[in-house]
């Protein structure tokens, strides 16, 4: 079975710096879907960046980034210019190739955010 | 489109109660789950369908049957409720990749 680890409970971060935050995930697997999603205090998931494991490139979406090493099975999430808005729980998922497959979820990363 | 709705947004139940958490949505998405969600556990999966008339057990079926006889609906059911249950559940579909989550719903069994 597959599993997400996100080896960090807490993090923080001065507001304008720059976070990562890490997540491991074992799958025997060659193709997959991994996942971060954000959930504010408002406890909405919201979807913040995906990566398809057989794209090399690391995807961006404006100020968040991740560093995905496929031999490593990890996929690290960096956030620039971080923001007071950034602060919550973020999630690690991963999915296995196919159409309808469920989420794997890590237990998740409580960022802060200090002024 | 209104996405994923849930209701209802709270509820408290006595043990031994039974109740079923409502999850719908209208973007004709195959792919429906439900998961719960515990302090410092991260999102577990309940049940999945890929459609009507197919359901699945996830991680922790134990304790909720669920149904799909339309597209939109996907109710989770709690035949006999124990404060184990106490958890915020999180309904949400999807058309492939990314999943689509409704706001929730807060469970408190008593």
């Known amino acids: 079975a597959q599993t997400v680890t996100q080896s960090q409970p807490e993090m923080s971060v001065q507001e304008a710096e720059t976070v990562t935050l890490s997540c491991t995930y074992d799958?025997?697997?060659?193709?997959?879907?991994l996942f971060w999603y954000k959930q504010p205090p408002s406890r909405q998931m919201i979807l913040v960046i995906r990566q398809e494991a057989y794209k090399q490139q690391n995807a961006t979406e404006n100020r968040f980034s991740v560093n995905f090493q496929k031999a490593a099975k990890s996929f690290s999430l960096k956030i620039s210019d971080s923001q007071l808005g950034d602060a919550a729980m973020y999630f690690c998922a991963y999915r296995r190739i196919g159409r309808n497959t469920p989420l794997v979820f890590g237990k998740g990363t409580r960022l802060s955010v200090i002024a | 489109n209104a996405g994923v709705t849930q209701t209802p947004k709270f509820q408290v139940l006595k043990t031994g109660q039974s109740m079923t958490l409502q999850c719908a949505q209208d973007?004709?998405?195959?792919?429906m789950s439900w998961y719960r969600q515990d302090p410092g556990m991260g999102l577990r999966l309940i049940h999945y369908s890929v459609g009507a008339g197919i359901t699945d057990q996830g991680e922790v079926p134990n304790g909720y049957n669920v149904s799909r006889s339309t597209t939109e609906d996907f109710p989770l059911r709690l035949l006999s409720a124990a404060p184990s249950q106490t958890s915020v559940y999180f309904c949400?579909?999807?058309?492939?990749?990314?999943?689509?989550f409704g706001p929730g719903t807060r469970l408190t069994v008593l």
């Open positions: 973007m004709n998405h195959e792919y």
């Open positions: 949400a579909s999807s058309p492939g990749l990314g999943q689509f």
């Open positions: 799958t025997s697997e060659s193709d997959y879907y």
